[in-house]
Every structure is written in C-alpha cells, then in structure tokens.
C-alpha cells in the first residue's frame, strides 16, 4: 500500500443520539491511541457536535506515548476535557417542537439562529474554524453540509469551504458553531443558514459544468443545511477509490435511525415519510458499496452502527453479552432530536458506541490491542436506582 494513503474516520447525523453514540466511538479509538493515528475526521449532525468539541480542545489533551511508530498517543485526561462537557452538554434542551414552533412566530429570531447561539453558549464559543490552534497529532476535521441551491454536499474545515460545482474558497470566516449549526440543520425547521462568500477568494473546481455567471452568482450567498441530507454517514470525502483514492484505512460510525414501520396519515406525514424512505435508500446504497469495499479490500477499517449485534463478533470476544446487548436495544429506537435523554440513556448510548468501536476495531483492524472495560456500570447504576425506588416506597408505607 502506497505510504502516501490516509486513515479517516467518518462520524454520521443522528441528533444527540448520533453526539453520544459517536463519543464512545471516540473515547475507544483514543484508549489505544488509534485516535491519533487518523488524519482525517468527517462529521455530519450530531456527529459534528462530538468532532467540534474534539477539534477545539485538542490542544488540552495530555498524550502520553503508546506506539510512536504507528502514531498512537493516548491522551490521559480525555474525560474531563471531551467526555464530561459532552455529557453536560447533551443533558440540556437545544431545540425542541414547542421551541421551533415559538422561534418561528418571533420576527426577530429564527430556529437556527437560536440553535447557533446555544451552541456558541454552551460548547464552542464564537471561536472561527481558522483560529483553531494546530497540533502536530490532530487529524484534519471536516464538517459536511449540503448545499441547497447546487444540490451537493458542502466541505467545511479550517481554511476551506468547497462545493465541487462552484469551487473552493478560503478566508471564509465560518465561526465552529456555524459549522456545527449547517451541519446539524435539518430543513426546513433548522435550515438554510445563508452564508455570504461575496468577500472569499474563490478557485474554480475542475468537476463544474455551470455556465460562469451561474456560478459567480451562487458565490455570492450560500444556502447551507444538514449535511446528512446528501450523506448522512458522513462518508464522501474519505472513500473514493481507483485514481481518486486518497485512504487506505476507512473507519465509519453510523447512529443513524432505522427505517421504522408505520401507518400514513394526512399529506404532510405522507410527505415526511416520503423523505425517510428516500434518506434511508441514500444510506443503504452507501453502506452496501462501503461492505463491498471492505470485501474486496480497497480499504482496511470497520463499519459500526447503533443497530450492530455483539454475537456476529464473537470472535473479539465483545464488551457486552448478547443478554446484556438486549438491554440496549431501545437506544435504536431513540430519537434523533438535539433534546436531552435519560441520564440512564445517555450513559448506555456511549457503552454501545465504545463497544460496537472496539469489538469492530479488534476483529477486523488491529487484533493485538486490548481489551477494556465499558466506561459505564449500567448494571450497578440500574440495580441501585431499583433499591432507592425499593427504599422510598418502603418509607411512603
């Protein structure tokens, strides 16, 4: 393989689900150093929450030397500085039904905005992607949107923004929580964000066949939603192959929600379903030509998803039992809102990411690294939540 090939990570849309899911993935992937190993992390919605927490604070992390030959550094205080403020995070209301519904009829405001603002409140400051300080350890991070007006997904990183139909621009500006806000505005409710690339220095793109003042025109204002509507798994940037292929090892989280089962009623759900069915046929189109990939060993890496079972990885000897798996099961089921969940749900959310990373790391990458424990005693916390209930009803009676 030729050394000039990357290793990328992929972190998919999902809400707060897809934020926790992703932060155990995340927290494993540090455990053993491969974290560092990566050149590159996409993200789209609630992925993007976890990557722009992690791009911002690398520089507090403290690595200590695991294999330096591969790259691999742990960094020691990872919980305090991503786990903790994540969890915090995530136990707030950013936008709910009745909040979207108030922004909406408020003139002065919109959902988006007062998502972008919570954002900026709570987690990243107002800090532009450009002024993110480097380090020689973190990856590249990439946060996906979609640009409504030219159809196609929209690259946001630290010095660049490109969109393969009207070129790529610099000195853009984009603050982090703007990027995580594209990224994580699902429309119509949450989206556009309109962006103004009047002032960008622009380069044209190879791939565009739009007449050029089509073009110049839509430099102007950019019409930006969630990136998950064109690739809700994040995957665009880091798979090509053949004469494009830029990464050898591809690893992709993927919270997305299952296609549930359900009556129709009145036209507006039938036109929400319509959009679920066409956004779970994107996915799946995806996740079978990634499998085919593996298969046929373009790329080294793993897939793992909410829906992954412990008992097709056996042989990784997994975290969870398949008994202790069942218990798990509902978080598939979790909505895909930026509202928070049970303290119980949100601790179980980031086991099964940790677990679903690990088992798939250690079985299809790397069999020679170990084997932790899950960071969270669900079956302790469970028992001694039953035992308090236990205890005040004993006392009412």
Request: net charge positive; glycine share 6%.
């Amino acid at each position: 393989m030729c050394s000039q090939y990357k290793k990328g990570l992929a972190l998919s849309g999902g809400g707060f689900r897809a934020t926790l899911y992703a932060l155990g993935t995340l927290w494993r992937m540090n455990e053993d150093g491969i974290l560092t190993e990566l050149d590159t992390i996409t993200s789209v919605s609630g992925g993007s929450i976890a990557a722009g927490l992690l791009m911002l604070k690398w520089n507090e992390l403290n690595f200590v030397k695991i294999d330096a030959r591969e790259g691999r550094y742990r960094a020691t205080n990872f919980k305090e500085i991503i786990v903790d403020p994540i969890i915090d995070f995530c136990s707030q209301t950013i936008t709910n039904k009745s909040r979207i519904i108030l922004h909406t009829l408020n003139p002065t405001t919109s959902a988006v905005k007062e998502v972008c603002k919570k954002y900026e409140k709570l987690l990243f400051g107002n800090i532009c992607l450009s002024d993110v300080p480097d380090n020689h350890l973190a990856p590249e991070f990439v946060f996906y949107g979609t640009n409504l007006d030219t159809g196609v997904s929209v690259r946001i990183s630290k010095h660049e923004i490109r969109d393969y139909h009207i070129g790529t621009a610099i000195d853009h500006k984009i603050t982090l929580a703007q990027a995580v806000s594209i990224s994580s505005g699902f429309p119509p409710v949450l989206a556009p964000v309109t962006l103004c690339g009047k002032k960008w220095k622009w380069t044209d793109s190879i791939y565009s066949k739009l007449p050029i003042d089509h073009v110049a025109h839509l430099r102007e204002k950019l019409n930006l939603c969630d990136g998950g509507l064109y690739d809700n798994m994040g995957l665009e940037m880091i798979w090509k192959h053949g004469a494009h292929k830029e990464y050898e090892t591809v690893f992709c989280c993927d919270a997305g929600a299952p296609l549930t089962m359900r009556w129709l009623g009145g036209k507006l759900k039938l036109t929400m379903r319509m959009t679920d069915i066409m956004i779970n046929q994107q996915r799946a189109l995806r996740k079978r030509m990634l499998m085919r990939n593996y298969e046929g060993k373009e790329y080294d890496g793993s897939y793992w998803s909410i829906a992954s079972q412990v008992k097709n990885y056996i042989n990784a000897s997994p975290l969870l039992s398949e008994s202790e798996e069942y218990k798990y099961k509902h978080l598939n089921m979790l909505g895909t809102q930026l509202d928070r969940f049970s303290d119980n749900d949100t601790r179980m959310l980031i086991n099964l990411g940790f677990c679903h990373a690990d088992m798939c790391m250690r079985q299809h990458y790397d069999s020679s690294i170990s084997k932790p424990q899950l960071p969270f005693n669900i079956k302790s916390e469970l028992k001694k939540s039953s035992d308090k209930k236990i205890t005040n009803t004993l006392l009412k009676t």
